[in-house]
């Protein structure tokens, strides 16, 4: 009987052997594998009726459709030649063609239904944050939560294990903003704290770095926000959610104490 470091690390491989391919690695940045969602994804069917090749398929095409939307969302503006950009946008349509295709050998409509319900709603809600203007912050957090969190959530209700759902979307909302935050304060470029900045401060067209310490305090502060109250909806889904297996609770906690607050960041000017 495998134990799940033993499932995770078999199932990544396979995950990279699709993934990685050689050819398209020459001109594209080597695709991202999730490995907390992949390690969720195995923690949550482990403890159904499945087998593990079921398990392997179901995780696999569900992460091959993730690494096809982050593709096509992170298309690098390093990538000056034609060339690049238009191999990067086709590598994301060759994993969304491996989804597709280990989903159509499992014979599962059902799961192919639901899967593409979650593909459906991380676009739109990529739409709605890239080409419109959110209303308030907190549809505009909302809709990040459901871009990190759709495919899983979708899965969870497929399998009849929605009680998961609260945890999973605030756990990969924590995660993206810890991201967002890290880059605002490595580069000063971020996709949320650009909204957050077009929201707070409607009119200004400074850049984010010319704000004032205060402005770029008030931002940050929001983001601290949500963080927190992300955090406590995940300890709480620590102690509650059954079966819980060591090495999620570990990788969980992890995440959770790379959170610190920074309320006063920015030193005031003057």
Known sequence: MQDIRQKYTIIREQIEKRAFDSYLLTYIETPIIDEDKLLILISIMDRLELSFNEIKNYALSTMLIQIALDTHEH???????EKGRQL???????????YYKLLAESED???????SKGVKEVNENKVFIYHNKPEGIEKLMA????????????LSEY?????????????F????????KKQYFLSESS??????????FPGNKLRLEELSSGQRNHLVQICDNYL?????????GLKQLPYLNDMLEKKVTFLLNQYQPNAKTFVEEG
């Open 75 to 81: 298309i690098s503006n390093s990538t000056k030649d």
């Open 88 to 98: 990067t946008v086709l590598a994301g349509d060759y994993f969304s063609g491996l």
């Open 109 to 115: 409509i059902m799961m192919i239904k639901s899967l």
């Open 143 to 154: 809709s990040i939560m459901r871009i990190e969190s759709a495919l899983l959530t979708k």
């Open 159 to 171: 399998f009849k294990v929605d009680f998961w759902n609260d945890f999973l979307a605030h756990l």
């Open 173 to 180: 909302l924590f995660k993206r903003l810890l991201h967002e």
């Open 191 to 200: 996709v949320l704290f650009e909204t957050l900045k077009t929201m707070s």
């Open 228 to 236: 927190e109250l992300s955090k406590e909806v995940i300890e709480r």
